[in-house]
């Protein structure tokens, strides 16, 4: 049972904060308040209350009195100057003959089905009225957020330019992020008693390696552990992937070493260090790509923050919410 376009809909949190449902003529909706002038545009109370109507009802149930009025205004006055700055784009994206086929918003729309697994088209159109909408509304809403995608990459994405220093600055910036972690090569005896027993167990076997024998072989014979028949050979293991107590061990013992006998809440281990691979950078032409990716979408953000703002500054706006 689908709960929640919000689960199940890649595009729908954008939906809700930043679209309006499809807009009738303004002649038809004659006893409608204006709530903010955009340009030679206006927003609507009905738009704004569409959007409205789902995020109201959870503030309703969760919260009361002041607290709820307050919470109300805030997300009131958020939600409209997403509608404004959705409309300021649209806007600019028909002064530039921006425009998106219908092939493209079937070819979204595709998209969107196939990676949340709606089996068939109905399905869609149930989750789809779960949350007010009808097919051509979500369909109304995908076209405009495709077209401000379309726009932005035009006026935004394509003056994005990122250097050579940058990227070899952000590398050296952010090393523990590029950086392979310690490793430890280690063989290990599990014994599941976490009585005296156990622990006696343990002492015995620690006594005959300290004497002379082979922990794989004694691991062969003795340990708990699935890994007894490879003689508790577990690999290279990543340092923050074990137990903290058997992770102290590792970590501190050189190779060859073998630790004391270590306990756990339920076990009790005995471990080896066969061999050790210190931390190390990651060589910069393995991470340039996540580098550039990341550089780009900070770089994105700064640009169109500043241009939706130069946007604004140079249009008329005018809210008339109370």
Do not use: C
């Amino acid at each position: 049972m689908i709960n929640s376009l919000r689960k199940k809909i890649f595009y729908v949190t954008t939906m809700l904060l930043l679209s309006a449902m499809p807009n009738g003529s303004i002649a038809a909706i004659t006893i409608d308040k204006i709530v903010a002038v955009v340009n030679n545009e206006v927003i609507t109370q009905s738009e704004l209350d569409e959007i409205l109507q789902r995020p109201r009802r959870e503030i309703n149930e969760k919260f009361d009195g002041e607290e709820e009025q307050q919470l109300l205004n805030k997300l009131t006055r958020e939600l409209l100057n997403r509608l404004i700055e959705k409309r300021l784009q649209l806007q600019v994206a028909r002064q530039k003959n921006i425009t998106v086929g219908k092939e493209d918003v079937e070819a979204a729309l595709n998209d969107i089905k196939l990676k949340n697994a709606f089996i068939d088209d109905e399905a869609f159109k149930r989750a789809l009225a779960q949350e007010g909408m009808t097919l051509e509304q979500y369909k109304k809403e995908l076209e405009d957020q495709l077209t401000i995608m379309k726009l932005l990459t035009r006026e935004v994405r394509a003056n994005i330019v990122i250097s050579e220093e940058e990227i070899k600055d952000y590398y050296k910036n952010n090393e523990k992020q590029y950086a392979l972690p310690e490793e430890a090569h280690l063989r290990i005896m599990l014994f599941k008693e976490s009585d005296d027993a156990g622990m006696k167990k343990a002492a015995d076997i620690l006594s005959e390696i300290k004497n002379g024998a082979n922990f794989a072989d004694l691991a062969k014979k003795h340990s708990d552990d699935p890994t007894a028949k490879d003689g508790g050979d577990i690999g290279f293991i990543k340092k923050g992937q074990m137990f903290p107590e058997l992770e102290k061990a590792a970590f501190s013992l050189k190779k060859n070493d073998v630790s004391d006998i270590i306990k756990t809440p339920s076990s009790y281990y005995i471990i080896k260090v066969e061999d050790r691979k210190e931390a190390a950078p990651i060589p910069l032409e393995k991470v340039r790509s996540d580098i550039e990716k990341a550089l780009y979408e900070k770089k994105a953000d700064f640009i169109y923050d500043q241009w939706l703002s130069d946007l604004r500054k140079n249009s008329y706006v005018e809210i008339k919410l109370q």
